[in-house]
C-alpha cells in the first residue's frame, strides 16, 4: 500500500516509513506523521509499544535513577563550522568597529553606540545559536509523573516543569525557528500545562525523546 503525505502529496519512501513506531517521515515537508492517521483510521496499538532504550541513537543517552530517570540529547550540528566563523567576522567586524574603535580613542559616540545595538543583539543571538551547536543540550529528568526539561548548554539555559497526566497529549508541532540539520518541529506535551522544546534536535534524536516518553507515560500517538 502506498502511503503519500497529507501535505505536499508526495509518496513516500519505503525507507522513510517506520511500521514499529507508526511514523512516516515526509523529507520534502521536514514532517513526521503517524502512519494510522494517514491510513485514515484512528491511532490504537494492539502491540505493546517498543522500548526506546533497546535502539539508542547517536548524540542520545538515558539513565535509571534512585526516584526515576533521565534522558537527553546534544544539539551539537555540523553548522557549528561554517556558524563559528561566522559569529567571529560578524562580531568581529561590526562590535570591533563600532565599539572598539571608541575604547580605543577613549571617546563615547553616542550615534555610533545606539547604531551598533542591532549588531550587538544579533551577536548575542548568534552566539547562542553557536553555542548550542557546538555544546548544547536537552535533558529529561523524571521523578514519578514529573518532567523537568532543560535547554542550554554546560548547565545554563532553561528549565521548566510539566505534570504529565492521562489526559496528556504529546505530539510534534512546526517549530518557529530551526536550522539546518535540526527538525522543523518540536516536542509539544499539551496538558493542564503546555511545554514546547527540542526544536534544536535532529530528527532522530527527536524521535527517540518522543518515543521514549511515549513509552515511559503510555501516551497515544498524536502524529510523531
Given amino acids: 500500500m502506498k502511503l503519500y503525505c497529507p501535505n505536499c502529496k508526495t509518496e513516500f519512501p519505503p525507507l522513510d516509513v517506520n511500521v514499529a513506531d507508526n511514523l512516516a517521515y515526509c523529507r520534502r515537508c521536514g514532517e513526521a506523521f503517524a502512519i494510522s492517521k494517514l491510513l485514515g483510521h484512528a491511532s490504537t496499538r494492539r502491540e505493546p509499544l517498543p522500548d526506546p532504550v533497546t535502539n539508542i541513537p547517536k548524540g542520545c543517552w538515558y539513565h535509571e535513577t534512585m526516584d526515576g530517570w533521565t534522558a537527553g540529547a546534544t544539539t551539537r550540528s555540523p553548522l557549528a563550522f561554517f556558524i563559528v566563523p561566522f559569529m567571529c567576522v560578524w562580531s568581529g567586524g561590526s562590535l570591533g568597529g563600532i565599539y572598539g574603535s571608541q575604547i580605543l580613542h577613549g571617546k563615547f559616540n553616542l550615534v555610533m553606540s ?3 545595538l542591532p549588531f550587538l543583539v544579533g ?11 557546538i555544546a548544547g543540550k536537552v535533558v529529561l529528568t523524571v521523578r514519578g509523573n514529573e518532567l523537568t526539561v532543560f535547554t542550554g548548554v554546560w548547565g545554563i539555559g532553561w528549565r521548566r516543569k510539566v505534570t504529565i497526566e492521562a489526559s496528556s497529549r504529546l505530539y510534534s508541532n512546526r517549530s518557529n525557528f530551526h536550522y539546518p540539520g535540526s527538525s522543523p518541529s518540536n516536542i509539544t506535551i499539551e496538558g493542564p500545562k503546555s511545554i514546547r522544546f527540542g526544536s534544536g534536535l535532529s530528527f532522530p534524536r527527536q524521535i527517540f525523546i518522543t518515543q521514549l516518553l511515549r513509552y515511559k507515560f503510555n501516551l497515544p500517538d498524536q502524529g510523531i
Avoid: D, S
Avoid at 123 to 133: D, R
Fill in 114 to 116: 545606539l547604531f551598533g
Fill in 123 to 133: 551577536t548575542i543571538f548568534i552566539g547562542g545559536m553557536a553555542a548550542m551547536t
